[in-house]
């Protein structure tokens, strides 16, 4: 089993990122996605999510009306749209398949700064 992010870098506020995970080695169309992000010094808190067939997200208060979450199930891929980024943004992000059982990708970072 593999979650593999990508996507993450250096950007200024108000700038936007796109995050992929790339799931391999266990039935991904099964599973719901979630992302969440670990800050320097913080608890890791979850971000948004979306259902297994794609027909239901949820975001963390946070970051509603800023970032998307999408999947591609013919791909094994999902996504994180992220728009209008702020400092508070900095973290490392990972993706979860939440199912049967848990996956976690190995995390990628994000940096919010001018």
């Known amino acids: 089993v593999q979650l593999v992010e990508s996507g993450g870098g250096l950007v200024q506020p108000g700038g936007s990122l796109r995050l992929s995970c790339a799931a391999s080695?266990?039935?991904?169309?099964?599973?719901?996605m979630r992302w969440f992000r670990q800050g320097p010094g913080k608890v890791r808190e979850l971000v948004a999510a979306?259902?297994?067939?794609?027909?239901?997200?949820n975001y963390a208060d946070s970051t509603k009306g800023r970032f998307t979450i999408s999947r591609d199930n013919a791909k094994n891929t999902v996504y994180l749209q992220m728009n209008s980024l702020k400092p508070e943004d900095t973290a490392v992000y990972y993706c979860?398949?939440?199912?049967?059982?848990?996956?976690w990708g190995q995390g990628t970072q994000v940096t919010v700064s001018s």
């Open positions: 979306i259902t297994a067939a794609g027909g239901n997200t």
């Open positions: 979860n398949a939440a199912g049967t059982y848990s996956y």
């Open positions: 080695g266990f039935t991904f169309s099964r599973y719901g």
